[in-house]
């Protein structure tokens, strides 16, 4: 169209633009599904939700690949089985990131794992013997074997501190807990506590009490009974080298008191706790149970105590052990850790503490 003739249709009357056959063609050319707008070609597909929809799913399909830095995540077991040089992993067994390198997966960081820990591990408490009404009264248990390496706490038995326990990555150690021996009948002896263990530190069940005799030997002695029939006390239980003391001696009608970790028992008192400060404040452990003719209660700590004698079949059930373990809050938690057990933290250490058995693993 010239621009002579532009401007002669625009002051035409029997002239219009819009049914010049240039223009009708020009507008019909520019509505063809086959012409390209703006580099875009088949714009009849332009902006429809199917397009659109497929272009999204095509997106995040190219994005999700490992190529594109996608992060998967899952367990250990459940690597990528075909990865490729820089992919990255989320693994939620090690709760971190890695990444697989030209010699395998490698955690992208950590905090180191321990290579040692503190521990104190303290087995069941010895049950109190059970006496008569006459002519014999009972010993009181014996506290269960205490070891510790905490600087600042002895084991038992007057023992120093141990050396700490060194940690192997990626081996499972067992924690055994064990049970308190159970409190004699009429004229019995206590029953034995049982052994606990953290990995391959044991300690000995306490021994029981004595009903009208000698008392069990044990992690700490059983305290011996008095017989008014024979007019003699008895001696009691030996304890364990470095982890407790023997019981105390029956006499004038009385039963002896249970070794404890950190003393022999008593003419009629349990031998005395250790203090630990493992948890973060000094709590006792350990104590041998009371001697007597008459009803007793378990020795007051907070794990391992002997069970106190009394008459005519009241001897008490000795304290269940205890394994506590700690070690400094710059490294990691550990991988998996079973059992009944708390863990807590303070300012300077991670720690925790098993009231049943279980098991702990570092990566």
Partial sequence: MSKARDISNLFSASTTAATDAEVTSAISAHNSATTSVHGIT????????SSVSSSISSSISTHNTAANGHVGRGTTANRPGSPTLGDLYFDTTLDNLIQYTSTGWKEIYA????STVEYLVVAGGGGGGG????PGVSGGGGAGGLRSSVIGSPSGGGASAESAFSVTLGTTYTVTVGGGGSGGGE???????????????????????????GGNNGGSGGGGGYSAYFGQGFAGGTGTAGQGFAGGTGSNMTGAGGGG??????????GNPVSSPITGSAVNYAGGGNG????????????GGGGSGGAAGGGKNGQAGIVIIRYANSFKDPAAITGTYTSSTTATHKIYSWTSSGTIRWA
Avoid at 201 to 211: F, K, Q
Wanted: glycine share 30%; hydrophobic share 20%.
């Fill in 42 to 49: 088949n714009t009849a597909n332009l902006a429809t939700t």
């Fill in 111 to 114: 905090a180191p794992s321990p």
């Fill in 131 to 134: 006496g008569t009404p006459f």
């Fill in 187 to 213: 004229n019995t002896p206590g029953g034995n506590g049982s052994a606990s263990a953290f990995g391959s530190i044991t300690t000995v069940g306490g021994g029981g009490g004595a009903g009208s005799t």
């Fill in 261 to 270: 970790a950190a003393g022999v028992g008593g003419t009629t008192s349990g």
């Fill in 292 to 303: 007597g003719s008459g009803p007793g209660s378990s020795s007051n700590t907070s794990g």
